[in-house]
């Protein structure tokens, strides 16, 4: 099972962009990079996903580096609403035996 | 549409007793995963259900079972509670096994004392 790793915490100014980085250099080639964030007493919430072209969606957009061993999450200008803890997670598994594997993600704090 | 709902929201239970869980998927989705969430292990599979059969199972004792119902709603069931079961269970749902986008309900926050 492929494995992620993030950096525990980050700070950001309100207003900027943040950008979260993630490695996973053990993903294989039919294994997807997605992104999931969960405010405090809420459950994960689905932000966006790649296999390997860049993605960009209304909440967000996905960096993944040629060889796929690593992507960013980027919040073009993030708000005080965005302080949650980002998961980076990699799809494991056939399709009919698909488990996700959650590390302890990044603790994301937006600062005004 | 309505998102995904799990009762109760809170439970306090006592060990060696048993819980059962309840989750309802969004409408039309026919797969439902199990999660459980603590501060230490942080987010763990349980298992995945998709037209009433077990998908997948995550790394639990035998204490810990599901079942769903052929409306997709789901229950799961943890028996001879003991101290260290206490967590967040999330639930979460997708139309079918497979597909990339999941949806989670906000969890039902069990305390065994």
Redesign the interface.
């Given at each position: 099972d492929a494995k992620t790793t993030q950096p525990t915490s980050m700070d950001c100014a309100e207003g900027r962009a943040a950008n979260l980085p993630c490695n996973h250099s053990t993903i294989s080639g039919n294994e997807?990079v997605?992104w999931?964030r969960q405010i405090h007493s809420?459950?994960?919430?689905?932000i966006i996903?790649g296999l390997k072209n860049n993605e960009t969606n209304e909440m967000a957009s996905l960096i993944i580096t040629e060889d796929r061993k690593s992507s960013t999450l980027i919040l073009p200008h993030a708000t005080l609403r965005d302080t949650a803890v980002y998961?980076c997670i990699v799809?494991v598994?056939e399709?009919?035996?698909?488990?996700?594997?959650?590390?302890?993600?990044t603790s994301l704090s937006v600062i005004p | 549409k309505a998102g995904?709902t799990q009762t109760p929201r809170y439970l306090i239970k006592t060990r060696g007793q048993q819980v059962t869980l309840s989750c309802s998927p969004i409408s039309g989705h026919r797969s439902v995963?199990w999660?459980q969430q603590t501060p230490g292990q942080?987010?763990?599979?349980l298992f995945?259900y998709f037209s009433e059969t077990q998908?997948?199972k995550?790394n639990f004792p035998g204490r810990f079972s599901g079942r769903q119902f052929s409306n997709s709603r789901s229950e799961m069931n943890v028996s001879t509670l003991e101290l260290g079961d206490s967590a967040l269970y999330?639930c979460?749902s997708r139309r079918r096994?497979?597909d990339?986008?999941?949806?989670?309900?906000?969890?039902t926050r069990l305390t065994v004392t």
């Open positions: 997807y997605y999931y809420q459950g994960p919430q689905y996903h998961y799809r598994g399709t009919s035996y698909d488990k996700v594997i959650f590390g302890p993600g | 995904v995963s999660y942080g987010l763990q599979f995945e998908r997948n995550g999330l979460a096994t497979g990339y986008e999941q949806y989670f309900g906000p969890g």
